[in-house]
């Protein structure tokens, strides 16, 4: 049964809680209701503690406290609710799962500086978690934390090397802290044990936007594209790679440009070296190597050139042929790139 001290749950610094013949998690405050719970100072419990569907009007306080339950929950406190913060920091060190599935803090839940060993397994289980701030900064954990569809105002992101990997389809924040480069921030999605999946990516480059970085949401968005092609079957994939080299899926239409200047000068070198013949002697304008070129290249339209000269050397022509196949391949990327950049807006 539930152990319930009072209208107000209790202190237990200090104490040290076991089973003496085994078993789960000693029974705190199943189910009930009342003020404050706080285990610091020492608290030890054999076996972890159950806290499920409690409800707390304060705090539940378990800084430096110590929770051995290896083989199953070290803390289980699924869909306990607690008006201002849960802080298991400073200290806290659970041999186990630490289970906050559903659960709701009105300000924060902190596990900075905390250690959680659960290698085989969720070091913690935040599904569905909802508070204001979670804080995971200098946070040691071995196993998983999992994050899905969890609602938080601002996440403080652990600065531990390498992070645990987190779990993190459906999570939404509006904010994070600190504001690390935007690399450091898509490790944290590149390493999620679900594999891809887009909202994560998409939530990121929200936040960002928010803030003004548009140039690190579209990072954000091109590593999604880059992160989604590897799922792609071979078709996909070589067509992925060809939008990313020519305009980065739309996120860097600028390498068309480059591409096409690339492009043009080589032709112009090549072609001002070669001797071209007239389709048609006496008629038409002169030979430009520099609009030959661009006629090439640009597949719409014409500027007379492309038509009205030939090219007696095979290499040459071939060269002629490539730079209207390069053309075409440009101006279909281009197109698709920015297409799915209005489509995604």
């Known amino acids: 049964r539930a152990a319930r001290i009072g209208g107000q749950f209790g202190s237990f610094q200090g104490a040290h809680l076991s089973h003496p013949g085994g078993g789960g998690p000693r029974r705190l405050a199943e189910g009930g209701s009342g003020s404050g719970i706080v285990g610091r100072e020492g608290f030890r419990a054999e076996g972890g503690i159950r806290l499920h569907e409690a409800r707390v009007g304060e705090a539940l306080r378990l800084e ?153 949401a579209r990072a954000v968005l091109l590593a999604r594209q880059r992160h989604r092609r590897a799922t792609q079957r071979p078709l996909g994939r070589v067509w992925g790679h060809l939008l990313d080299a020519t305009v980065g899926y739309g996120y860097r239409p600028w390498l068309a440009g480059l591409w096409l200047t690339a492009l043009t000068l080589l032709g112009t070198a090549v072609f001002r070296a ?50 209207v196949a390069a053309g075409w391949l440009l101006t279909t990327a281009v197109v698709a790139g920015v297409t799915r950049v209005l489509n995604r807006s």
């Open 64 to 216: 430096g406290a110590h929770l051995h339950h290896p083989a199953g929950d070290a803390l289980c406190a699924e869909s306990i609710q607690v008006g201002s913060r849960i802080d298991c920091g400073e200290g806290f060190r659970a041999e186990g799962a630490v289970v906050l599935t559903s659960a709701t803090a009105g300000r924060a839940v902190s596990f900075r500086g905390a250690t959680l060993l659960h290698p085989t397994g969720h070091a913690v289980d935040a599904r569905h978690l909802q508070t204001g701030e979670l804080d995971l900064r200098t946070a040691r954990a071995e196993g998983t934390v999992d994050l899905r569809h969890g609602r938080l105002d601002v996440w403080h992101l652990p600065t531990g090397t390498p992070p645990a990997p987190v779990h993190l389809d459906g999570l939404t924040y509006r904010a994070l802290e600190p504001q690390l480069p935007v690399d450091r921030c898509l490790a944290f999605v590149a390493r999620d044990p679900d594999g891809y999946r887009p909202q994560p990516y998409q939530q990121l480059a929200a936040t960002y936007q928010a803030i003004g970085h548009d140039d690190d």
């Open 274 to 323: 070669a001797h071209p013949k007239p389709v048609k002697p006496g008629e038409g304008a002169p030979f430009s190597p520099l609009v030959y070129t661009l006629d090439l290249l640009i597949p719409i339209g014409g500027l007379g050139q492309r038509n009205a000269w030939y090219w007696p050397s095979d290499y040459v022509q071939w060269l002629a042929y490539a730079l």
